[in-house]
């Protein structure tokens, strides 16, 4: 039986046994394992590690485990560049955009709510995630670890927290999007983009009392669902303030 010495550093303890964590551990295995395939069979899917240091020097996910290594695992970094050595993780995508799984159903309003391009369907099934964050180059937020081992399966992440909010915050921290939001830009329903209406094209539509007390209006384009600045607006607008740290001048 052949072994190998391995630590796992940051956030990726989250999914590793109590025992395992923030500690070097001594791993036992049997015929020629890629370092991809070892890393996930103890629990760590292959979208979260950014780096992988085997004594000491930079591997890629292909490299074969050998009797005796020494490997360093890490998550992806925010603040450090560490471009002269070799990421196993692709370069990040240009446009910011994501799928969620069933599990995510809250998190997508929200998503959507600061403005960002958020695909859910409470009917995709694993095998259409992966396809659609695939081919649309979305990344894949889920709460199933399993999904994020899948092959295909390039940008994606685990999501810790199960209260809404705190996940909202966790996904811009995670890929420090606070200054890219843009918010009450995108329609909660449908995810399409909002495009201010005049007033005398959707009074029809509204309800007496909206119609005598507002004058702004916007209209989704996809599912003509319309918007305005009513309490519901202002308690999102309370909301976004405290996670994000800002004032917003009127919007």
């Known amino acids: 039986m052949k072994y190998c010495s391995i630590r796992f550093y940051a956030e990726l303890n989250d999914f590793l046994l109590r025992e395992r964590r923030q500690v070097a551990f001594n791993h036992f295995f049997s015929g020629k394992p890629s370092i991809k395939d070892l890393i996930e069979s103890l629990g760590v899917?292959?979208?979260?590690v950014d780096l992988i240091l085997v004594n000491g020097e930079s591997v890629?996910?292909?490299?074969?485990v050998q009797n005796g290594d020494r490997i360093s695992v890490y998550p992806v970094f925010e603040t450090i560049n560490i471009s002269p050595?070799?990421?196993?993780?692709?370069?990040p995508l240009r446009k910011?955009?994501?799928?969620?799984d069933v599990?995510?159903?809250?998190?997508?309003?929200y998503l959507r709510m600061v403005g960002f391009d958020t695909l859910y369907n409470n009917e995709f099934s694993d095998d259409e995630l992966v396809r659609i964050s695939a081919n649309e180059r979305r990344i894949l937020l889920t709460r199933d670890r399993g999904l994020l081992?899948?092959?295909n399966v390039t940008h994606g992440y685990y999501v810790r927290a199960t209260n809404p909010p705190l996940q909202l915050v966790e996904v811009l921290h995670r890929f420090d999007l606070f200054k890219m939001s843009q918010p009450f830009r995108r329609c909660l329903r449908c995810n399409e983009m909002l495009e201010p209406a005049p007033k005398e094209k959707v009074e029809d539509?509204?309800?007496?009392?909206?119609?005598?007390?507002f004058a702004e209006f916007s209209l989704c384009r996809g599912c003509?669902?319309?918007?305005?600045?009513?309490?519901?607006?202002?308690?999102?607008?309370?909301f976004i303030r405290q996670i994000q740290g800002v004032k917003f001048e009127n919007q």
């Open 96 to 100: 910011v955009r994501f799928v969620l």
């Open 85 to 91: 050595i070799v990421r196993v993780r692709p370069i």
């Open 60 to 64: 890629e996910f292909s490299r074969q």
């Open 205 to 213: 539509h509204l309800p007496p009392k909206v119609r005598e007390q």
């Open 149 to 151: 081992k899948r092959s």
């Open 224 to 238: 003509g669902r319309i918007y305005w600045k009513g309490s519901h607006y202002e308690r999102m607008k309370n």
């Open 103 to 109: 599990h995510l159903g809250k998190l997508v309003l």
């Open 45 to 48: 899917p292959h979208t979260e």
